[in-house]
């Protein structure tokens, strides 16, 4: 059991690591635009603002408290305009249960809408599902297809996994170490670059 000044020294830690934390967000928070505008620009259309106003509803804020129906809202109406940011969010949303009841079923179609508008993040979470079978019949060269759509356009999780899938010899692949290495690298390589 810690002493007192062990103990006096974790709450120390805690609370310093909070603040931390609370000072990332905040300085996230002030790089993001005034709500009000946000909020006009995507009461006017701009698809990107009716984006990110659903995401920072999604997360929550100083400015605006976590609110999932209004941030389910503001992507439906994105979506309609198709982009694949706002397919994936009301995925990742139906995957979770956030604001919804969890439905897997749903959250393959939107990943699928994603998918279709080119978003890597989606392809690597359809990836997943088709891997599992979660929500659509286990498919593992689907899964491979969707990782390596994601891994071309430098997704660092789908590097890792199919650098995964040759070192265990997954997914149908056979064990191949030379492209796990390969694969491994351009994931450390993308962490370094890859800004989401």
Same mark, same amino acid.
């Given at each position: 059991?810690?002493?007192?000044?062990?103990?006096? $020294?974790? +709450?120390?830690?805690?609370?310093?690591? *909070?603040? &931390? =934390?609370?000072?990332?967000? /905040? #300085?996230? @928070?002030?790089?993001?635009?005034?709500?009000?505008?946000?909020?006009?620009?995507?009461?006017?259309?701009?698809?990107?603002?009716?984006?990110?106003?659903?995401?920072?509803?999604?997360?929550?804020?100083?400015?605006?408290?976590?609110?999932? $129906?209004? +941030?389910?809202?503001?992507?439906?109406? *994105?979506? &309609? =305009?198709?982009?694949?940011? /706002? #397919?994936? @969010?009301?995925?990742?949303?139906?995957?979770?249960?956030?604001?919804?009841?969890?439905?897997?079923?749903?959250?393959?179609?939107?990943?699928e809408l994603a998918v279709d508008a080119g978003s890597a993040d989606a392809m690597f979470l359809l990836a997943g $599902?088709?891997?599992?079978?979660?929500?659509?019949?286990?498919?593992? =060269?689907?899964?491979?297809?969707?990782?390596?759509?994601?891994?071309?356009?430098?997704?660092?999780?789908?590097?890792?996994?199919?650098?995964?899938?040759?070192?265990?010899?997954?997914?149908?692949?056979?064990?191949?170490?030379?492209?796990?290495?390969?694969?491994?690298?351009?994931?450390?390589?993308?962490?370094?670059?890859?800004?989401?």
């Amino acid at each position: 059991m810690p002493g007192p000044r062990e103990a006096a $020294a974790s +709450a120390e830690h805690a609370a310093h690591d *909070a603040h &931390a =934390a609370h000072g990332a967000h /905040a #300085a996230d @928070e002030a790089q993001e635009p005034p709500l009000a505008a946000l909020t006009a620009a995507a009461e006017s259309g701009d698809v990107d603002a009716q984006v990110a106003l659903g995401q920072r509803y999604l997360r929550g804020s100083a400015q605006v408290p976590a609110d999932v $129906a209004q +941030a389910r809202a503001w992507f439906l109406r *994105a979506e &309609a =305009a198709r982009p694949g940011s /706002a #397919a994936y @969010e009301l995925g990742r949303m139906s995957q979770s249960g956030k604001g919804v009841p969890a439905d897997p079923v749903e959250a393959v179609r939107w990943f699928e809408l994603a998918v279709d508008a080119g978003s890597a993040d989606a392809m690597f979470l359809l990836a997943g $599902a088709a891997r599992t079978g979660a929500g659509l019949p286990r498919d593992d =060269a689907r899964a491979v297809a969707l990782y390596q759509r994601a891994a071309a356009m430098e997704h660092p999780e789908a590097l890792q996994a199919l650098g995964l899938a040759y070192l265990h010899g997954e997914l149908g692949l056979a064990v191949d170490e030379s492209e796990s290495r390969r694969y491994m690298a351009a994931a450390g390589h993308a962490l370094q670059h890859h800004h989401r």
